[in-house]
């Protein structure tokens, strides 16, 4: 009789490109998926299963509490059976708020915030007492936020010259503004006389505002007429409006734009932690909870284990296991008050591993893309652990990766293909490791490094000198010029520091590639990211005589019933969201007067159909052909003009940033992890791309840990030897053939993939 096996089942998948596929995923075990950036991975483990586990999990709860809830669309498939609770592991990027912590985000902080209200002495009073966001708790000069941050009147200001000439150098107080304009229109100021040049009493009041007690009004035309309008002086005004907020929720003006006319200091009254005084008088053996936080985990979790007061250790037991858990996966060196904005991807990564793994549920598929991303090879061996200790928790563990040491781990094999976009979404292999080398996959397992033996030669270098940013210690190093340059090393060794900090702060002008998401909006198209939208709504207008806003789907040219959005989704109050095709346009977007009009036999949703190859084909206009050969050069020939970059993998977006910077005639490129999300088989397109910037004259320098990068490079310079204060020294310049010969920690696995 046939034994039944646990396994889930997924039949006719069709989100995004799959192929009506049917698959069977084995609980319990390790499944890795691989393929091409933009093969399927994502759609049949996160746009089909992780958000079917998801949808099913929250039928569980009545319907008062669903409306509270995410709600889910039902994935494109016929049938999808024995799904267990998922946790997701993404790649997104962690929140950007200035205020979150290594503490906030693990959920430690509430717990030791809770430790100190309880235990420590002289007692303060509630938990939310000791945070720098009570009204109690925070400080009273840098109203919590650890930094005083002083507006510097000679950036924002040019003495010489006039308000009309722009003497206010801060743009959003400049003429350009309406603050600016009231400034010269007011009355209260001569527009046309240097600053300088202005009696005591006229310069004080624009710069300082009126004396205390007093009040200054002047009147602000508007198309109602004349209103008055307080006058508070320019410097209270940036404080005001630029200071005393949260700047990072500014929308017109930028957080770099505020701090480049700014100067920051630890705040002096609580040293830099942002809180009340009062509050830290409140210690725990011999610590206040500010020094708390600025411990080491590995000097933490003994402290945490030292409490013997009953209620004490009853709150301290609940904060070790994820104090436990960084430490486990590599991080003890980083302290609960780091900034998470600071942190290196690698670092991000395994703090967002850190905070799923803390439960002792089990039979739960864990989900996780990529998260080999920003690690180095020695990294990856803890990562695999972890791995194995999940499945031998009777878990089932569903991993999206391109690391070929953690596709060799893996129980069980899916490769999707054979190609990306419109040419993938098909299973090419599925079975154990050993069978994936006879199929005829992309993915290598007995992949070998090839060591560059013929390195280019620098007759000159950039210069960096005692570099002290983060953890560098006195860094001073000289980077070879038009070469390939692979600076590597364990996450957290100061390699964002050199590079993205020192060295960008000494050579300005160089074109950064980090690994920021772009703008995903539903309305963003590959064609308006490359900036050829407008370029083809021209040539359209051109030939049909109508205006170029009808070939926009933004504008008047929009389909009248779904508002240019391609679908709709009708309101079925408390059921399952459903995203509907619209009827009316076919889910083309466009109104059928838009339609109507060609150019070379083909409209306008038919020419954003075209790849870009077929593009090629199509247009003429030199600046279209260019861009094309971009998208080309980083191998994303197979997209098409229309597509929407929300829809885009990963690794596609990195190199769709690539593409758009390869527009600039740049001396200098910098780019962060270029491999992140690229198969060993895009690496190799990427590799040839960086290897003829560099044969034209540029010079191209990579963070990577990607061991085929490293060895393809010119020159390696190697940071380390751990992560943060034990981080920040070079271990090593010199060529690949140099490094086998090294004893550092990424010269051992080069030579282990020789």
């Known amino acids: ?198 009696p005591e009493d006229q310069y004080n009041l624009l710069i300082y505002g009126p004396p205390e007690g007093e009040r200054v009004f002047a009147p602000f035309h508007t198309k109602d007429g004349p209103h008055d309008h307080e006058w508070d002086g320019l410097l209270p005004r940036f404080v005001r409006l630029y200071i005393n907020r949260d700047i990072t929720k500014l929308k017109q003006t930028s957080q770099e734009d505020v701090l480049a006319v700014s100067t920051h200091t630890l705040c002096p009254t609580c040293d830099g932690s942002g809180l009340n005084p009062e509050v830290l008088k409140s210690k725990i053996n011999g610590f206040n909870i500010a020094q708390y936080d600025k411990l080491e985990l590995t000097e933490l979790l003994p402290e945490l284990q030292n409490i013997s007061d009953p209620l004490g250790e009853s709150i301290a037991r609940q904060a070790i296991p994820n104090v436990q858990q960084l430490i486990d996966l590599g991080l003890g060196y980083l302290s609960l008050s780091r900034k998470m904005e600071t942190l290196s991807g690698g670092e991000a990564q395994r703090v967002k591993i850190a905070r799923h793994l803390g439960s002792s549920l089990n039979n739960i598929s864990y989900i996780f893309d990529e998260p080999s991303a920003g690690l180095h090879p020695e990294e990856v061996d803890m990562l695999i652990g972890m791995l194995k200790g999940l499945k031998a928790n009777h878990n089932t563990v569903i991993v999206i990766e391109h690391d070929l040491s953690v596709i060799k781990v893996a129980d069980e094999i899916v490769e999707m293909g054979p190609g990306a976009g419109a040419a993938g979404g098909e299973i090419v292999y599925q079975g ?226 690539l593409a758009s910077h390869l527009q600039n005639e740049g001396q200098i490129y910098l780019l962060d992890e270029p491999s992140l999300g690229l198969h060993m088989s895009d690496n190799g397109k990427l590799l040839e791309l960086f290897q003829r910037l560099v044969n034209k004259g540029n010079s191209v320098i990579i963070i990577e840990h990607n061991l085929d990068f490293i060895a393809a490079s010119d020159w390696v310079i190697e940071l380390g030897p751990g992560g943060g204060k034990r981080g920040g020294t070079i271990l090593f310049e010199g060529t690949p053939q140099e490094m086998l010969s090294a004893d550092t920690l990424t010269a051992k696995w080069l030579k282990d993939g020789v």
Not at 116 to 128: C, E, Q, V
Not at 570 to 575: E, G, L, Q, S
């Open 432 to 657: 154990k490791p050993d069978g994936l080398q006879k199929a005829s996959a992309l993915t290598k397992l007995d992949h070998k490094l090839e060591i560059n033996m013929h390195p280019r030669e620098s007759n000159d270098h950039f210069v960096v000198t005692k570099a002290n940013t983060n953890n560098l210690k006195d860094v001073s190093i000289d980077i070879p010029k038009n070469v390939l340059v692979s600076v590597c090393g364990v996450s957290g060794s100061g390699k964002s520091s050199l590079l993205f900090e020192a060295f960008s702060a000494k050579y300005p002008d160089i074109i950064k590639v980090s690994q920021g998401r772009i703008g995903i909006s539903s309305r963003s198209t590959l064609a308006t990211y490359m900036g050829i939208m407008d370029d083809i709504r021209q040539i359209l207008a051109k030939e049909t005589g109508q205006p170029a806003g009808l070939f926009s789907f933004n504008s008047l040219g929009a389909c009248p019933v779904c508002d240019g959005k391609g679908v709709t989704t009708p309101d079925v109050a408390f059921a399952d969201p459903v995203t509907v095709v619209c009827e009316a346009c076919g889910g083309l977007r466009y109104s059928d007067e838009a339609l109507s009009y060609v150019y070379k036999g083909k409209n306008i949703a038919e020419i954003l159909e075209l790849t870009v190859d077929e593009a090629k084909e199509h247009f003429v206009m030199p600046k279209i052909l260019k861009r094309m050969d971009m998208l080309d050069e980083v191998g994303l020939n197979y997209l098409t003009l229309g597509q929407t970059t929300s829809s885009l993998s990963g690794g596609e977006i990195q190199r769709l940033k």
């Open 1 to 198: 009789m046939k034994e039944n096996k646990d396994e889930i089942v997924l039949r006719g998948l069709r989100e995004n490109n799959l192929k009506n596929i049917d698959i069977n995923l084995p609980k319990e075990q390790i499944t890795v998926f691989t393929g091409l950036s933009g093969s399927g991975k994502s759609s049949v483990v996160f746009d089909t299963l992780a958000t079917e586990s998801r949808r099913q999990m929250t039928l569980n709860y009545p319907l008062y509490v669903r409306n509270q809830m995410p709600r889910y669309e039902r994935p494109r498939a016929d049938l999808m059976q024995h799904l267990s609770p998922v946790i997701v592991v993404e790649q997104k990027p962690v929140g950007d708020n200035t205020r979150s912590t290594v503490g906030t985000y693990m959920d430690i902080h509430p717990l030791i915030r809770l430790l100190f209200s309880r235990i420590g002495t002289p007692a303060i009073g509630s938990a939310t007492d000791f945070s720098n966001q009570s009204s109690f708790g925070k400080c009273p000069q840098c109203n919590g936020f650890g930094e005083v941050v002083y507006p510097d009147l000679h950036k924002i200001i040019d003495l010489d010259k006039s308000l009309r000439e722009y003497a206010v150098k801060f743009k959003p107080l400049s003429p350009s503004g309406w603050q600016g304009r009231w400034m010269m229109t007011g009355g209260l100021f001569d527009p046309d006389l240097s600053i300088k040049e202005y």
